[in-house]
T-cell receptor, first 118, second 113 residues
Framework: GAVVSQHPSRVICKSGTSVKIECRSLDFQATTMFWYRQFPKKSLMLMAT?????????EQGVEKDKFLINHASLTLSTLTVTSAHPEDSSFYIC??????????????FGDGTRLSIL | QKEVEQDPGPLSVPEGAIVSLNCTYSNSAFQYFMWYRQYSRKGPELLMYTYSSGNKEDGRFTAQVDKSSKYISLFIRDSQPSDSATYLC?????????????FGTGTSLTVIP
């Protein structure tokens, strides 16, 4: 089945550090990748939608300069949390859709990155 | 009104019970329906994916879609402690209208040995 790999799984760093999270589709080409944030016991909060080769579309209230998204290829998208602060501590999850012409496809999720800013 | 409504639970059942999880929605344009299972500190795992109305069965899991009532269900037969997780429903329209997905808030399930 479709596999999405997310790395790293856990990050602990000091305030002011920039953190990069990678999301890779291992066995399929992903035209679209999504980045979510999830708070404890809460559902997924969509941050941005990333299409290969174009700029990401950010949801309302998500700072573009704070959360930099790059989707350089059909198998890789990265999220960089710039100058992270304690309030950015959260569980970040990516997902990807396999490219199929004219057919709806489900999202396949990575295992998430737990980010803790001290 | 939210696009997708899901009872957050928590739901607690004894091992071997049949579990019924449900979501309702308001957008009649939804055509694709998904159920995900999420264990603590992990990403959601796709369990079932259905198109339009009807039933789909995979092992102990059965997904039902009733578009006339805007209601979807996931049934788990012979529930096991390993089924203890949060279950998320999700849905989307035709891919021609974009890749926007709508998620329920998730139902927390505990299966007691």
């Amino acid at each position: 089945g479709a596999v999405v790999s997310q790395h790293p799984s856990r990050v602990i760093c000091k305030s002011g550090t920039s953190v990069k999270i990678e999301c890779r589709s291992l066995d399929f080409q992903a035209t679209t990748m999504f980045w979510y944030r999830q708070f404890p016991k809460k559902s997924l909060m969509l941050m941005a939608t990333s299409n290969e080769g174009s700029k990401a579309t950010y949801e309302q209230g998500v700072e573009k300069d704070k959360f930099l998204i790059n989707h350089a290829s059909l198998t890789l998208s990265t999220l960089t949390v710039t100058s992270a602060h304690p309030e950015d501590s959260s569980f970040y999850i990516c997902s990807a859709i396999a490219f199929r012409i004219g057919k709806g496809q489900p999202q396949h999720f990575g295992d998430g990155t737990r980010l803790s800013i001290l | 009104q939210k696009e997708v409504e899901q009872d957050p639970g928590p739901l607690s059942v004894p091992e071997g019970a049949i579990v019924s999880l449900n979501c309702t929605y308001s957008n009649s344009a939804f055509q694709y329906f998904m159920w995900y299972r999420q264990y603590s500190r992990k990403g959601p795992e796709l369990l079932m994916y259905t198109y339009s109305s009807g039933n789909k069965e995979d092992g102990r899991f059965t997904a039902q879609v009733d578009k006339s009532s805007k209601y979807i269900s996931l049934f788990i037969r012979d529930s096991q402690p390993s089924d203890s997780a949060t279950y998320l429903c999700a849905m989307s329209e035709s891919p021609r209208t974009g890749n926007q997905f709508y998620f329920g808030t998730g139902t927390s399930l505990t299966v007691i040995p």
